[in-house]
């Protein structure tokens, strides 16, 4: 098992969904007080599917487009969403 890989994807998904509307919508299911641990089942659940298809999705775009244009399309991605939400108007 590559551990460094596994360290790195840990913190990138975990940062990354610190305080999003998942988190939140999570948090309100739980203070409803009913089963908390039937709340969490479900959304552990929910983020391992969706961690699945990402995973599979990945694997077959990797087949047909290589590592360095995937970096780069992300890249590119990223900075384009960037510039959409800092210059985006409020309101």
Do not use: H, I, N
Not at 9 to 25: I, M, N, P, S, Y
Not at 38 to 67: C, E, K, M, N
């Amino acid at each position: 098992m590559d551990w460094k890989l596994l360290g790195s994807t840990f913190a990138a998904v975990f940062l990354a969904e610190l305080g999003d509307k998942t988190q939140l919508a999570t948090m309100a299911l739980a203070s409803g007080g009913r089963s908390r641990w039937a709340v969490f089942l479900g959304s552990a659940l929910a983020l391992v599917a969706t961690s699945a298809l990402a995973v599979l999705a990945g694997d077959v775009v990797a087949r047909y487009v290589s590592p360095l244009w995937l970096r780069r399309g992300a890249g590119a991605l990223f900075l384009v969403l960037g510039a959409w939400f800092l210059l985006g108007r409020e309101g």
